[in-house]
């Protein structure tokens, strides 16, 4: 478990109870990092993501993708969509996060956020398309966000910094018990990009 402590300074778990979320900090020097962020803005197919509230279908300024090993389908926002296959960006940095943390992924979300005026609401990741309690891993390129989880019936909060470059890998009862955010802030000015690596199950999908 303590395998990688010396190279990437790993917090096994952020949560106090009723999940495992482990920081890994920056598994991608700040070269390398950079480097995938200008190649994931280019080669990237960004969309907007779109969604019905108030039965209005609203479009994000946020700019959306999704990845995976098959044009595996998935419902989101009560709306269907189909997975890309991988690119070799994509896959190089697949490889690098599953040898690092010994978990495997089929699929990938990725999100844009411009600046600290896009972010995502406190939600958990339990769709029914995913693996149960299975691990999701968000690996940040671009500007240092905050990042909160808050108990679903405790209410405690836990706050953490996701650094460029840094993996945070979500297991076990994390999604039932905890839901997670990235608060807006007019602080930070610059883009960043997350991977979240999801594991669909196919015969639910
Ligand atoms: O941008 C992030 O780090 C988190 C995104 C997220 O929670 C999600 O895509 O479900
Ligand atoms: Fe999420």
């Not at 993501?49 to 009560?78: C, Q």
């Not at 956020?113 to 339990?126: I, P, Q, R």
């Not at 029914?128 to 309690?133: A, F, G, T, V």
């Not at 909160?148 to 009862?173: A, Q, Y």
Request: aromatic residues 12%.
């Amino acid at each position: 478990m303590s395998l990688f402590n010396d190279q990437f300074e790993l917090i096994e778990n952020i949560l106090p109870y009723d999940g495992v979320t482990s920081y890994y900090g920056k598994v991608f020097s700040e070269e390398e990092a950079n480097d995938y962020f200008q190649k994931l803005m280019t080669e990237i197919e960004w969309k907007s993501d779109e969604a019905i509230i108030f039965g209005k279908l609203i479009e994000t300024k946020r700019k959306v993708a999704w990845y995976g090993n098959e044009p595996f389908s998935y419902t989101y926002s009560g709306r269907t969509k189909t997975a890309l296959t991988w690119n070799k960006t994509l896959l190089e940095i697949k490889e690098k996060i599953e040898s690092v943390s010994g978990e495997s992924f089929n699929s990938c979300l990725l999100n844009l956020y411009h600046d600290g005026s896009e972010g995502m609401a406190y939600h958990s990741d339990g769709e029914k398309d995913l693996k149960e309690n299975g691990a999701i891993s968000s690996v940040s390129f671009g500007a240092e966000r905050k990042f909160n989880f808050k108990h679903k019936t405790t209410k405690e909060l836990v706050s953490l910094i996701l650094e460029n470059g840094s993996l945070l890998m979500m297991k076990d009862t994390t999604q039932k018990f905890w839901l997670h955010r990235l608060p807006t802030t007019t602080r930070i000015i610059k883009p960043r990009i997350s991977l979240t690596f999801r594991t669909i199950d196919k015969s639910k999908n």
